[in-house]
């Protein structure tokens, strides 16, 4: 099946500073590629999502990018606030077994 | 439309008895996943029914088992309840399986084994 790997776990970083976090993927069928925001006691939430005719897609001050050879793709955050602070999923559905394979997430913190 | 519901959203319960939760998908959707999430373990996908039939099982115990109704309102049952079993349970829909939908969460069911 998909193994899909997320990185770093935690992330640290000042207000105003930019976050990414890297997710890498095994199944070269898998072609869909969202990612998940989940506050502290909320459900999880989507907040951008690619498909694999994509190279990039981007939405305010998030962007996510999908480098389909080398299997992995990345979310960028640009003029992080404190607001940002959650915990970040990434996931790659396959096209072959038809569901979601989500990264063990990534904890941000956003220092004011 | 409304979101996707889960009842009950909190539940205690001791060692050896058994459970089931309740999962109402938003309207139009037929495929319903779920997952338990306990701290520092992410999302561990447990099954996903599509039109009343298991699509996809993850690494669960037997213990573990769903179903879907003709509706798609799904539930999962847990039996023989463990310590470890402790965790909130998350379900999320969408149209169909595969096709690159959007997933939808429900707020989760919170359940603690005493």
């Known amino acids: 099946g998909e193994n899909v790997e997320q990185h770093p776990s935690t992330l640290s970083v000042q207000e105003g500073d930019s976050a990414v976090i890297k997710c890498t993927y095994s199944?070269?069928?898998?072609?869909?590629f969202p990612w998940y925001k989940q506050e502290l006691g909320k459900r999880p939430q989507l907040i951008i999502d690619?498909?694999?005719?994509?190279g990039e897609k981007k939405d305010q001050r998030i962007a996510v990018t999908l480098n389909k050879t080398a299997k992995h793709f990345s979310l960028h955050i640009t003029e992080t606030q404190p607001e940002d602070s959650a915990v970040y999923f990434c996931?790659?559905?396959?096209?072959?077994?038809?569901?979601?394979?989500f990264g063990r997430g990534t904890q941000l913190t956003v220092w004011p | 439309k409304a979101g996707v519901t889960q009842t009950p959203r909190y539940l205690i319960k001791t060692r050896g008895q058994q459970v089931t939760l309740s999962c109402s998908p938003i309207s139009g959707h037929r495929s319903v996943s779920w997952y338990q999430q306990t701290p520092g373990q992410g999302l561990q996908f447990l099954f996903e029914y599509f039109s009343e039939t298991q699509r996809n099982k993850g690494n669960f115990p037997g213990r573990f088992s769903g179903r879907q109704f003709s509706n798609s309102r799904s539930e999962m049952n847990v039996s023989t309840l463990e310590l470890g079993d402790s965790a909130l349970y998350l379900c999320?829909?969408?149209?169909?399986?595969?096709?690159?939908?959007?997933?939808?969460f429900g707020p989760g069911t919170r359940l603690t084994v005493l």
């Open positions: 690619i498909r694999s005719n994509v």
């Open positions: 996931a790659a559905e396959s096209s072959t077994l038809g569901r979601l394979y």
């Open positions: 199944d070269s069928a898998s072609n869909y």
């Open positions: 999320a829909t969408r149209l169909r399986t595969g096709g690159g939908d959007t997933q939808y």
